[in-house]
């Protein structure tokens, strides 16, 4: 079992900055698999960043360049820093971990089986 509580989020002008943060506890020695997965209102559910802690990362389209996904081993954390951001990126971020495989297999929602309660991003015009 493992718990993950993200925290972080706010509200922001375009071009800010946000730090998102997803704490771990429990079995996180396990955890080889991070996302950080978004979805705003009458949207689908959507993968914004993946870490491979063995592999490396990978980043949605409309976010590569902007965002950056790391882990820190120290705090038992896995961040997402946020920057140049942009009214779209408007949304509730969760963060979501995959014990079933030793990497990421895919960015599909059903690999992983343990999710953040979620934190909400605002970004204003």
């Known amino acids: 079992q493992v718990q993950l509580v993200e925290s972080g989020g706010g509200s922001v002008q375009a071009g800010g900055s946000l730090r998102l943060s997803c704490g771990t506890s429990?079995?996180?020695?396990?955890?080889?698999?991070v996302g950080w997965f978004r979805q705003a209102p009458g949207k689908e559910r959507e993968g914004v960043a993946l870490i491979d802690v063995n592999r490396g990362t990978a980043y949605q389209d409309s976010v590569k360049g902007r965002f950056s996904i790391s882990q820190d081993k120290s705090k038992k954390t896995f961040d997402l820093q946020m920057n140049s951001l942009k009214p779209e990126d408007t949304a509730m971020y969760y963060c979501a971990a995959d014990l079933k495989h030793p990497y990421c297999p895919s960015w599909s929602r059903d690999n992983f089986d343990y999710w953040g309660q979620g934190t909400q991003v605002t970004v204003s015009s």
């Open positions: 429990g079995d996180n020695f396990n955890i080889y698999c």
